[in-house]
Structures are given as structure tokens and as C-alpha cells.
């Protein structure tokens, strides 16, 4: 069986796809994320100052982020 070459590119894009995807799936235990990786007190100050969604738009737009990253035309050298 022979294996080729994965380009970096293409490893780098599903990546960027799988942490998109994750940070989209983690929304509905956010808190649980928060407390994770001990940025829960500095999530709560931000929902408190600015309301309670706002931890859920950063996650969304790091989600989005994400995924604009891992979207680039590949295109092979010759």
C-alpha cells in the first residue's frame, strides 16, 4: 500500500475545521469550558459588564475564525 504526502496545508485546514467545529459544540456547557481552562472569573466580569451573551458571541466568533482560517484554494505546486 502506498502512502502519499499530506500537504501541511491540507492538515492545518482540518484542524482549524475540528477546533471550529468544537467551539461550537462546547457552547451549550460553556461554563464548564470557562471553569476548564480558569478564565471563568474573567468571563463572568465580562458577562456582568457588557451581558450575559457576550461570552457566547466571543465563542461564536472564535468558532468563525477558525473556519475562515482552514477555507483557502489549494492549490499544489508543480
Same mark, same amino acid.
Not at 492538515?11 to 482540518?14: E, I, N, Q, T
Given at each position: 500500500m502506498r502512502f502519499e504526502k499530506i500537504p501541511l496545508l491540507k *492538515? /492545518? /485546514? *482540518?484542524l482549524n475545521i475540528l477546533l471550529a467545529v468544537g467551539h461550537i459544540i462546547c457552547i451549550p456547557w460553556l461554563d464548564e469550558a470557562f471553569k476548564l481552562y480558569g478564565i471563568d472569573n474573567l468571563m463572568n466580569q465580562i458577562s456582568l459588564s457588557y451581558g450575559e451573551y457576550i461570552p457566547y458571541i466571543i465563542t461564536i466568533i472564535i468558532a468563525v475564525c477558525f473556519a475562515l482560517c482552514a477555507y483557502m484554494p489549494y492549490q499544489p505546486t508543480v
Open positions: *492538515v /492545518a /485546514a *482540518v
